[in-house]
Nanobody, 119 residues
Framework: QVQLVESGGGLVQPGGSLRLSCAAS????????MGWYRQAPGKQRELVAV???????VSANSVKGRFTISRDNAKNTVYLQMNSLQPEDTAVYYC?????????????WGQGTQVTVSS
């Protein structure tokens, strides 16, 4: 069974940094795009950044220049380095992976990790 396990969330002051990690485990044949999404209270889930197997990335305008997505294909892991964090970045951050496993190609989501930016 495939699992995505996120880590690295927490409480940080404005201007601070956090690094999120998401590791995919289980019987995985291949992983295509991996990405991060976030959902703030009362708002819809939104794309933060996505990265392909080859390393091409797309980021939301609101995080460009502050957040960097990367991945380690050997470890089936995607990272999100978040710098210059602001209160509006407060949300639950979810990892998503489009991968091919025993059940065939589909998308998988992590359980989410809370990021709170507050003084």
């Amino acid at each position: 069974q495939v699992q995505l396990v996120e880590s690295g969330g927490g409480l940080v002051q404005p201007g601070g940094s956090l690094r999120l990690s998401c590791a995919a485990s289980g019987t995985i044949f291949s992983i295509n795009a991996m990405g991060w999404y976030r959902q703030a209270p009362g708002k819809q889930r939104e794309l933060v950044a996505v990265i392909t197997t080859g390393g091409s990335t797309v980021s939301a305008n609101s995080v460009k220049g502050r957040f960097t997505i990367s991945r380690d294909n050997a470890k089936n892991t995607v990272y999100l380095q978040m710098n210059s964090l602001q209160p509006e970045d407060t949300a639950v951050y979810y990892c998503k992976a489009n991968l091919n496993a025993v059940l065939g190609p589909r998308e998988y989501w992590g359980q989410g990790t809370q990021v709170t930016v507050s003084s």
